[in-house]
């Protein structure tokens, strides 16, 4: 069974919790035709929404099996020059494009980084159809990327959001709250849901494990809950 955070894992960007910045500026490139032939590097806390980001700028740009998501510790250098041999390719469907995600960007090795750069950065510009996309935790926690010459290199290459959860605390304790009472685990005031906010950084994956684990079951949802502790005593 599917967890809560992947239950409800986001599959418009209506759906996406805050990061107005980020919507507004890919509904921008969408509107006049330049998303593809670039390379994004999104950053920010865990559970924030930095791969869901990257999902779904690749659905604007091609449907959902020409998507490519790989953790940057499983990448090597022979991985890269077949994508590099290949990017250029048009493919089969309704949006015959191709998307590249490669998560926790900041843990790839030096010589896959150096092949990356001369794709993204080198003589030949990025497939119109093709978006390479990045993700990372690290970036801000150290002086860059990657600790080593090429550190400002990748960066410099795409097109930077760097979100934060701050701003919409709000937000993000009014869904977990909602996603709590939807699933019968709620109970609790919305202040929890705050602190749960505030504690987790926004990281909606921390929060909703919170809400399975029952963390928010408070006042007559407790009642509820030794009723049904005591009915199963019996079976």
Same mark, same amino acid.
């Given at each position: 069974m599917a967890s809560l955070f992947q239950k409800y894992r986001p599959q418009t960007w209506g759906q996406l919790i805050g990061h107005s910045k980020l919507k507004l500026a890919i509904k921008r490139m969408n509107k006049?035709?330049?998303?593809?032939g670039r390379a994004f590097l999104i950053s920010g806390t865990s559970g924030i929404g930095k791969s869901v980001s990257g999902f779904l700028i690749s659905q604007d740009v091609c449907d959902s099996e020409n998507i490519v998501?790989?953790?940057?510790? /499983?990448?090597?250098?022979?991985? @890269?020059? %077949?994508?590099?041999?290949h990017q250029g390719q048009l493919l089969m469907g309704r949006k015959p494009g191709k998307a590249?995600?490669?998560?926790?960007?900041?843990?790839?090795?030096t010589d896959c980084v150096t092949l990356m750069l001369e794709i993204i950065g080198g003589a030949v510009p990025i497939a119109d159809h093709v978006v390479w996309i990045f993700t990372t935790q690290g970036h801000?926690?150290?002086?860059?990327?990657?600790?080593d010459e090429d550190s400002?290199?990748?960066?410099?290459?795409?097109?930077?959001?760097?979100?934060?959860?701050?701003?919409?605390?709000l937000h993000? /304790?009014?869904?977990?709250?909602? @996603?709590? %009472?939807?699933?019968?685990?709620?109970?609790?005031?919305?202040?929890?849901?705050?602190?749960?906010?505030?504690?987790t950084e926004c990281n909606l994956r921390a929060m909703l494990s919170m809400v399975e684990a029952?963390?928010?079951?408070?006042?007559?949802?407790?009642?509820?809950?030794?009723?049904?502790l005591a009915e199963l005593a019996e079976a």
């Open positions: 006049s035709g330049s998303l593809g998501e790989v953790n940057a510790t /499983a990448v090597t250098p022979k991985m @890269i020059q %077949e994508w590099s041999k590249y995600v490669i998560n926790e960007v900041h843990k790839m090795r801000g926690k150290q002086k860059g990327l990657f600790d400002g290199a990748l960066e410099s290459r795409c097109v930077n959001f760097k979100l934060s959860g701050t701003d919409y605390r993000f /304790a009014k869904w977990a709250m909602a @996603i709590a %009472e939807k699933e019968e685990l709620g109970g609790a005031n919305f202040e929890a849901y705050l602190e749960a906010a505030d504690a029952g963390e928010f079951l408070a006042g007559e949802s407790n009642e509820v809950l030794m009723m049904e």
